[in-house]
């Protein structure tokens, strides 16, 4: 089994080789908070060392990706990618953009609001 090899930590019958709790090296929560919508892309700073697991994810953010999608296209547990997305962004590797909360948004004033629903009731 090669390090370099993805292909090594699956088997075909079993699946993953290598539980989630091995690959967070046994620890249960990120360092940084994460939301499944959270942005994050790849800084383009080389690392040397990095296990197949966080090298993967870290291919993955070559363009802007959610959290959630990370996830899913790593084939990881949310809580375990989180885990290894913490730790790329402590090496700043990566760089995450939040989610913009609602109520921070543009709200339409309250006249576009009363035009609106008087043109709703002329209907």
């Known amino acids: 089994m090669s390090r370099g090899d ?11 080789l290598i ?8 620890r249960t929560a990120p360092n940084a908070d994460f939301h499944l919508v959270t942005y994050v892309v790849a800084t383009g700073r080389a690392l040397s060392d990095l296990g ?5 994810i870290l291919s993955l953010c070559d363009r802007p990706i959610s959290v959630a999608e990370v996830s899913a296209l790593s084939g990881l547990p949310l809580a375990v990618t989180k885990i290894l997305l913490s730790d790329l962004l402590g090496w700043r590797a990566i760089d995450t953009r939040a989610p913009v909360p609602v109520f921070e948004r543009a709200r339409p004033s309250t006249d576009l609001l009363e035009k609106v629903l008087d043109a709703l009731y002329k209907l």
């Open 19 to 26: 539980r989630p709790y091995a690959v967070a090296g046994g």
């Open 6 to 16: 993805p292909d090594a930590f699956v088997d075909s019958a079993a699946g993953r």
């Open 52 to 56: 197949p697991d966080h090298d993967d």
